[in-house]
């Protein structure tokens, strides 16, 4: 089981960024494909982007495509969500999540392991 523990939430501004950082504790980091998803109230979990166990393939959803980036540190056992061009509607709980040996998915039942979560505000 591999614990997450996300950072980096707080109050922005729309049109302002912000970079959220998810903490692995697992020896075996690079084995895993890693992804966001966020959840707003009384919205369901939805896919926000996930990247490759070797950091080489990322997919994002497409209400964030072209304003989040999705990366990877194994030496750090670190993924991170920069967020840029921030939106009201992108107000929610940012939840990291690891997938042991899959490939990249953006359904939520393919990952095994999740954080806690980490809440972004945006105002307008």
């Known amino acids: 089981q591999v614990q997450l523990v996300e950072s980096g939430g707080g109050l922005v501004q729309a049109g302002g960024s912000l970079r959220l950082s998810c903490s692995a504790s697992?020896?075996?980091?690079?084995?895993?494909?890693m992804g966001w998803f966020r959840q707003a109230p009384g919205k369901e979990r939805e896919f926000v982007a996930a990247?490759?166990?070797?950091?080489?393939?990322?997919s994002y959803a497409d209400s964030v495509k072209g304003r989040f980036t999705i990366s990877r540190d194994n030496a750090k056992n670190m993924v991170y969500l920069q967020m840029d061009s921030l939106k009201p509607e992108d107000a929610a709980v940012y939840y990291c999540a690891s997938n042991f040996l899959f490939p990249i998915s953006n359904r939520p039942n393919d990952y095994g392991s999740w954080g806690q979560g980490t809440q972004v505000t945006v105002s307008s």
């Open positions: 697992v020896h075996t980091f690079s084995l895993y494909t």
């Open positions: 990247i490759s166990r070797t950091g080489g393939s990322t």
